[in-house]
């Protein structure tokens, strides 16, 4: 059974800097990609950033670029978001994803990805 586990979160100011951190296990195969995505309350399941290992590509949503940084080590199918210059609307619970199926471009959707993390708040005041 795969688990990612998250951690990191937590509550920080506007301008503030997080840094989230995954790690999937249970499965003996690398991953080919993980990714991260966020959930506001009222609102849609969104993409925030990815990366594909082979390759090294990444993907950010517009929103967060310059500000964001994935990153990680796929001999341990662990992944990281570093994220700075943090604002109000950052505010989510961020789930972390991992894809055990080869692909060739960056996974970005939710149906990309085969297994989840439980999620993790992450609280900016303003």
């Known amino acids: 059974q795969v688990q990612l586990v998250e951690s990191g979160g937590g509550l920080v100011q506007a301008g503030g800097s997080l840094r989230l951190s995954c790690a999937a296990s249970?499965?003996?195969?690398?991953?080919?990609?993980m990714g991260w995505f966020r959930q506001a309350p009222g609102k849609d399941r969104e993409p925030v950033a990815a990366?594909?290992?082979?390759?090294?590509?990444?993907y950010y949503t517009d929103s967060v670029k310059g500000r964001f940084t994935i990153s990680g080590d796929n001999a341990w199918n662990t992944v990281y978001l570093q994220m700075n210059s943090l604002k109000a609307e950052d505010t989510a619970v961020y789930y972390c994803?991992?894809?055990?199926?080869?692909?060739?471009?960056?996974?970005?959707?939710?149906?990309?990805?085969?297994?989840w993390g439980q999620g993790t708040q992450v609280t900016v005041s303003s």
């Open positions: 249970g499965r003996r195969f690398s991953t080919y990609a």
């Open positions: 990366i594909k290992w082979s390759g090294g590509t990444t």
């Open positions: 994803a991992a894809r055990y199926r080869d692909i060739n471009y960056v996974p970005r959707l939710s149906t990309d990805y085969d297994y």
